[in-house]
């Protein structure tokens, strides 16, 4: 028997029908929800590639079981902003080309947005400290660290 | 009298191949190139519309296609715009010249008079109302390129030259789905192989029973020899199956690596194919001082931050494959020798995926996917790796021992050098007759190659970039290659130039040293290469260098130098870092002269991140081995971090006359070289065994 689990996903109510309940939300959002923002890297928690906010705290998600996030509130890189209307944080990324492959970078943006939300004003150490958490294989690390100062910097000005 | 053709264009000569006129306003391009992270479709873009004086939006590519694009092999080796944009170019060119013929005849004008603005034809400037898009009818691309296009002059390029943001970024930066884990087919079951330990090992008992409850959903097992698969229609099913078998399958003649074949100094005791390229070795050192140092690095794994995926549809007699590999051509001749199949039967289409750096688990992924198709015609299979799977199975680059000897004249300069190399091949692509790993599992395994490494007219693969580039009488290399590692062993970003970079350019340092000089002047005494020697002053003075800095202060500062294969860019390194007990990198400047440049955000892009990525070899990585690899996952196999990451300066020497050289390697070996001479002038001793993590750097004070 399937079991049912609710939850929002970038603001919008989600009720889904699964056979296993610890299916991974990351397995749920790319293949149930069609939400391919977030990217699978390791399943092991390790590379950053799936982060997601989960009530306003950045959390790796594609081994966290289904059934721990009923209930949650959970925001992913398409509730961020869009191609018209984008976040600071991706009109920073393609201002500074703040990536190479970008395999990271739906990742990353979720990381740098939970820490902006909470330090609307950090030091590059405090950036950099916040996104050790997350993999950059190509070695865009100081476009992006770039990104994220200049999006804060943005931030601020447009919401002093 | 006509341009000589690009390879790449002599091999695919068809007009229509590279440029073609599908709809009204657009303009594809056709490129054997495929876009890894490194922004080649944008820079292809950026050559089309100069030539042919359109604006990029007017443009769209196909890349990596057997169907529908060149065949240019590998995107790899930095060569896409040396070779694959000099050939996109002198199509254009010749395209161009086609229409511009054609609308002399349309218009009975001179073409003296023309001109072309976005594609629209002007005659003395005034619109004619023809374009590119009402002569096409007109206009033969089945032709063949004859060279006889004239190319742009520099100083007319407005795209050529120009910052131009990536293309593919946006979509990468809004969570597109743009990568091949993204792709969906209608009736897509997921794959997952339970991998055969290593070529040659048998499939035992199967414990069918257990894996299929393990799966919590339906999934059935497909096998072919001692190819054995989980396949079904959910992911996590076939994942929790996969997990299980993993207990629940036996293998015999089972062969692991051993801790004793982790280092590089095993290679030295093995049975080697051995070759001496130069002059011989002279028998003594005739009143010259000899001095030899050796250095050495572990196994490195490409360490992609996507594990492999592949695609595959077999339906009425037809193979369809998708795949993130660097060569759709060379991995459709693997398949036809692995499956028996005509290459006409198959069509293999190039998706991107995440940076690979070389031969990762691509090919192997798609081969997978190919491998389980043929079992289950009309069904289209998707198999993704694991993490573990792509740590573990992805071919390794080869640890190697790099010994170096010199003699030296009075002044204490080199007047012989010797480069002794100990490693395995750098090339088991299937394009270099290697096979798939998948095909060591099926019933009748295709023969192995002949042991070889990448010839050195192609820039050579342990012995790539071991001659160096300094004015020396004599030079040679001594290469042994090992023709049986412990593991695959095959191309990783730069192949054998980081190591031997890393040996000659330290090895130059303590000659400088010896000789009382400092390492930017002795280098520059030693070098008569106008371009080597503009790089090695331009980064001396971007890091502010002076002669006589203190060493062993517990900081320190490096220089190195190459130009990667001694014949493409021109790179020189400073690095300036402290040594406590881990090694903590501060700041890197670097100049390199890379010829023409296409787009110099994209080439600065590339250095950024080879040398980064060349810091984590250097500080943090080696496969570890341990009754198996026992580096399989990212706290296994770690690597640099945001937090451990470098300022990094960058100048690029624009020489507009030139050539346009690839980037995404030149820096590989002078970062490493640099940052082991920032740590010996920083502690007074040096460390010639890589990688330098806190252990050794411990080590190292330990015995001082």
């Known amino acids: 028997m399937p079991k049912k689990f609710q939850f929002t996903v970038n603001g919008k109510p989600v009720s889904i029908a699964l056979d296993n309940e610890e299916t991974p939300l990351?397995?749920?959002?790319?293949?149930?929800?069609?939400?391919?923002?977030?990217?699978?890297?390791?399943?092991?928690?390790?590379?950053?590639?799936?982060?997601?906010?989960?009530?306003?705290?950045?959390?790796?998600?594609?081994?966290?079981?289904?059934?721990?996030?009923?209930?949650?509130?959970?925001?992913?890189?398409?509730?961020?902003?869009?191609?018209?209307?984008?976040?600071?944080?991706?009109?920073?990324?393609?201002?500074?080309?703040?990536?190479?492959?970008?395999?990271?970078?739906?990742?990353?943006?979720?990381?740098?947005?939970?820490?902006?939300?909470?330090?609307?004003?950090?030091?590059?150490?405090?950036?950099?400290?916040?996104?050790?958490?997350?993999?950059?294989?190509?070695?865009?690390?100081?476009?992006?660290?770039?990104?994220?100062?200049?999006?804060?910097?943005?931030?601020?000005?447009?919401?002093? | 009298m006509n341009a000589p053709l690009s390879g790449p264009l002599n091999d695919n000569p068809v007009l229509e191949r590279w440029v073609s006129f599908p709809k009204s306003g657009k303009i594809s391009i056709g490129t054997g190139r495929v876009e890894i992270g490194q922004g080649v479709l944008t820079a292809m873009m950026q050559i089309a519309a100069d030539e042919l004086d359109v604006a990029m939006e007017r443009i769209v590519v196909r890349s990596g296609d057997t169907a529908l694009t060149p065949n240019e092999g590998y995107t790899a080796g930095s060569q896409s715009m040396q070779f694959g944009g000099v050939a996109l170019r002198q199509a254009c060119a010749d395209v161009r010249a086609l229409f511009l013929a054609q609308a002399v005849k349309v218009l009975g004008c001179r073409l003296s008079e023309l001109s072309i603005r976005d594609g629209s034809m002007l005659r003395n400037g005034a619109p004619t109302g023809q374009d590119y898009w009402t002569l096409a009818g007109a206009v033969d691309l089945t032709a063949?390129?004859?060279?006889?296009?004239?190319?742009?002059?520099?100083?007319?390029?407005?795209?050529?030259?120009?910052?131009?943001?990536?293309?593919?970024?946006?979509?990468?930066?809004?969570?597109?789905?743009?990568?091949i884990h993204d792709m969906q087919i209608d009736g897509m079951v997921h794959a997952r192989v339970v991998r055969q330990p290593n070529r040659g090992a048998k499939l035992g008992a199967v414990d069918e029973k257990t894996i299929l409850r393990a799966a919590k959903g339906p999934v059935e097992l497909v096998r072919t020899g001692n190819f054995l698969a989980i396949v079904g229609e959910n992911e996590t099913a076939v994942d929790l199956a996969g997990d299980a078998a993993a207990n629940h399958v036996q293998w015999q003649h089972v062969e692991v690596p051993t801790p004793l074949q982790q280092e590089a100094n095993w290679l030295l005791q093995r049975p080697a194919i051995d070759r001496v390229i130069g002059a011989p070795e002279p028998a003594d050192a005739q009143g010259r001082t000899r001095f030899e140092a050796t250095y050495s690095r572990g196994h490195l794994a490409h360490a992609s931050i996507s594990p492999s995926c592949g695609l595959a549809l077999y339906k009425?007699?037809?193979?369809?494959?998708?795949?993130?590999?660097?060569?759709?051509?060379?991995?459709?001749?693997?398949?036809?020798?692995?499956?028996?199949?005509?290459?006409s039967k198959i069509i293999v289409h190039h998706v991107q995926g995440s940076g690979c750096y070389g031969h990762n688990g691509a090919d192997d992924a798609a081969a997978d996917a190919a491998i389980v198709a043929m079992q289950k015609p009309g069904v289209p299979i998707r198999v993704c790796w694991r993490r573990e799977e792509e740590f573990v199975y992805e071919p390794k680059s080869p640890a190697m021992v790099v010994k170096v000897r010199a003699l030296l004249d009075a002044d204490g300069k080199p007047s012989d050098w010797t480069q002794e190399i100990w490693s395995a091949t750098h090339?088991?692509?299937?394009?270099?007759?290697?096979?798939?790993?998948?095909?060591?599992?099926?019933?009748?395994?295709?023969?192995?190659?002949?042991?070889?490494?990448?010839?050195?007219?192609?820039?050579?693969?342990?012995?790539?970039?071991?001659?160096?580039l300094y004015n020396i009488v004599a030079k040679r290399i001594i290469h042994h290659l090992v023709p049986e590692p412990?593991?695959?062993?095959?191309?990783?970003?730069?192949?054998?130039?980081?190591?031997?970079?890393?040996?000659?350019?330290?090895?130059?340092?303590?000659?400088?040293?010896?000789?009382?000089?400092?390492?930017?002047?002795?280098?520059?005494?030693?070098?008569?290469?106008?371009?080597?020697?503009?790089?090695?002053?331009?980064?001396?003075?971007?890091?502010?260098?002076?002669?006589?800095?203190?060493?062993?202060?517990?900081?320190?500062?490096?220089?190195?130098?190459?130009?990667?294969?001694?014949?493409?860019?021109?790179?020189?390194?400073?690095?300036?870092?402290?040594?406590?007990?881990?090694?903590?990198?501060?700041?890197?400047?670097?100049?390199?002269?890379?010829?023409?440049?296409?787009?110099?955000?994209?080439?600065?892009?590339?250095?950024?991140?080879?040398?980064?990525?060349?810091?984590?070899?250097?500080?943090?990585?080696?496969?570890?081995?341990?009754?198996?690899?026992?580096?399989?996952?990212?706290?296994?196999?770690?690597?640099?971090?945001?937090?451990?990451?470098?300022?990094?300066?960058?100048?690029?020497?624009?020489?507009?006359?030139?050539?346009?050289?690839?980037?995404?390697?030149?820096?590989?070996?002078?970062?490493?070289?640099?940052?082991?001479?920032?740590?010996?002038?920083?502690?007074?001793?040096?460390?010639r065994d890589l990688p330098l993590t806190r252990d050794r750097v411990t080590a190292t004070l330990l015995k001082e």
């Open chain 2, 144 to 179: 063949k390129a004859t060279g006889s296009g004239q190319r742009k002059p520099v100083a007319e390029m407005k795209t050529i030259g120009a910052n131009t943001a990536r293309l593919d970024l946006p979509r990468k930066i809004f969570g597109e789905a743009i990568f």
């Open chain 2, 316 to 343: 009425d007699g037809q193979l369809e494959v998708w795949t993130h590999c660097q060569g759709v051509f060379p991995l459709r001749a693997a398949l036809v020798k692995t499956l028996g199949l005509d290459a």
């Open chain 1, 26 to 160: 990351l397995a749920v959002l790319r293949t149930e929800l069609g939400l391919v923002g977030t990217r699978f890297g390791c399943g092991l928690e390790q590379c950053g590639c799936c982060t997601v906010l989960i009530d306003g705290k950045p959390e790796k998600c594609c081994a966290k079981p289904v059934w721990s996030v009923a209930g949650k509130s959970i925001v992913t890189v398409e509730g961020l902003g869009t191609p018209e209307r984008p976040h600071p944080l991706q009109q920073a990324f393609i201002e500074e080309q703040a990536g190479q492959c970008g395999y990271c970078l739906t990742g990353i943006l979720i990381s740098a947005k939970a820490l902006l939300d909470k330090n609307p004003k950090p030091t590059r150490g405090e950036i950099a400290a916040a996104l050790d958490d997350n993999i950059c294989r190509c070695g865009s690390h100081n476009r992006i660290l770039r990104a994220v100062e200049k999006a804060a910097t943005q931030m601020r000005g447009a919401t002093p």
């Open chain 2, 427 to 468: 090339n088991y692509r299937p394009g270099a007759g290697g096979n798939v790993l998948g095909a060591w599992a099926l019933p009748n395994p295709p023969a192995e190659p002949q042991p070889g490494d990448v010839p050195e007219a192609n820039g050579g693969g342990a012995t790539r970039n071991a001659e160096p």
């Open chain 2, 486 to 687: 412990p593991v695959r062993t095959s191309a990783l970003r730069g192949l054998g130039a980081m190591p031997n970079v890393f040996a000659l350019e330290c090895f130059i340092d303590e000659l400088a040293e010896r000789a009382g000089k400092d390492p930017v002047e002795y280098r520059l005494s030693i070098t008569s290469d106008n371009r080597a020697r503009a790089v090695i002053e331009k980064v001396a003075a971007m890091a502010n260098w002076k002669a006589g800095a203190s060493g062993g202060t517990g900081r320190g500062r490096g220089i190195a130098f190459a130009r990667y294969k001694n014949r493409a860019a021109y790179s020189a390194c400073v690095v300036e870092l402290e040594v406590e007990e881990e090694i903590s990198l501060r700041h890197v400047w670097c100049a390199t002269d890379a010829g023409l440049v296409i787009n110099p955000d994209g080439v600065i892009n590339q250095l950024e991140g080879g040398i980064i990525q060349s810091a984590s070899w250097v500080l943090k990585e080696q496969v570890r081995f341990e009754n198996g690899v026992a580096s399989f996952d990212w706290e296994t196999y770690p690597v640099l971090k945001f937090s451990e990451v470098p300022e990094i300066d960058i100048e690029l020497i624009n020489t507009k006359d030139e050539t346009p050289l690839g980037v995404g390697e030149v820096t590989a070996g002078p970062t490493a070289a640099a940052i082991g001479n920032a740590v010996s002038h920083a502690l007074g001793t040096r460390i």
